[in-house]
């Protein structure tokens, strides 16, 4: 792993990202169980998949599980597997993740979706290192290394008793905490960066330019979806844009108002002037003959003004 990206495209210089490079690289040298925390959107299943392809396990298979997205009344076979006949529709005998997993990493993402009973199941196969299929009495021994990710805290389902309290204690071996996006700032314009260049090149379409103005407005952005978020927002720039420039009017408004409320009376009167042309040159799709009527001006003094903001849109 190099200073900006790992070899599974984690992007990033900020302090709080080495820090969590630095515990990938020493935890993928060893089998111990490993647990991902931190918000929606900041990356569980890249670290998981960084540690796997940084160990020795490397060549083996890693398998990711969502918890949360399969049926109570399924998850255990498709962990475990199941003997032919067990139950309607199991027309044969068929292995589950954990074998496929064989020799290799298991990644069960949203763990705290687990019932108590299949808790009891994932307890056992952490201390026996075996699983049973659905319908055998025999046990069958795996070689897996467990990733588990939550973005709940576990410790509190344990006080409140929605979460097993010993397999809280095998699954917590080492924590990982990936930080917040917010606390990133110094890996936003590289996150831009990336985002751009390769929504680009997959919709063939010219890698944007973006505004001093709008990239102050990204980076001011509190991110509640992370990552994601700022993937997703990039991707429907590129898509969306009808120009090369993209400015503080081409950005989702939620980030344009949030950007409003934060700063508040901290602004300067230059800075809401300028913010409130941009909006009314938004709403009017950049008609500056439209602008200035509204905004109670000739078009000669909104062009001056517009361009002593700097603004060449």
């Not at 103005?213 to 927002?233: I, M, S, T």
């Amino acid at each position: 792993m190099n200073k900006k990206e790992t070899a599974q495209g984690i992007i990033g210089e900020s302090e709080a990202i080495q820090n969590v490079f630095d515990c990938i690289r020493k935890v993928s040298q060893t089998t111990a169980t490993v647990l991902l925390t931190g918000e929606s959107g900041t990356g569980k299943e890249l670290v998981a998949r960084a540690i796997h392809y940084c160990s020795p396990r490397a060549s083996n298979p890693f398998v990711p599980v969502n918890c949360g997205s399969i049926p109570e009344e399924l998850i255990e076979s498709e962990l475990f597997g199941h003997l032919k006949g067990t139950f309607t529709g199991a027309i044969d005998t068929r292995g589950g993740f954990f074998h496929t997993a064989d020799g290799g990493t298991i990644f069960l993402d949203e763990i705290s979706n687990t019932s108590p009973s299949m808790q009891i199941k994932l307890l056992r196969v952490l201390q026996d290192q075996e699983v049973y299929m659905v319908g055998s009495k025999k046990s069958q021994k795996i070689d897996v290394r467990v990733i588990v990710a939550s973005n709940v805290d576990l410790s509190d389902l344990v006080k409140k008793n929605k979460f097993r309290e010993d397999l809280y204690y095998r699954l917590n071996v080492i924590n990982i905490n990936l930080p917040p996006l917010r606390e990133r700032d110094d890996d936003i314009f590289l996150l831009i960066d990336h985002f751009a260049g390769k929504f680009s090149e997959e919709f063939s379409r010219p890698k944007p330019r973006f505004t001093d103005e709008a990239l102050k407005v990204l980076k001011d952005y509190h991110w509640p979806g992370n990552v994601r978020e700022l993937q997703n927002v990039i991707q429907s720039l590129i898509i969306m844009s009808e120009t090369e420039l993209i400015d503080v009017p081409d950005l989702p408004s939620i980030m344009r108002f949030s950007t409003l409320r934060e700063k508040g009376k901290m602004r300067t009167l230059e800075e809401v002037e300028y913010e409130y042309i941009r909006n009314v040159l938004s709403g009017v799709n950049g008609n500056k003959t439209q602008a200035a009527n509204i905004l109670g001006i000739d078009r000669k003094t909104l062009r001056e003004k517009l361009k002593k903001f700097g603004y060449n849109k």
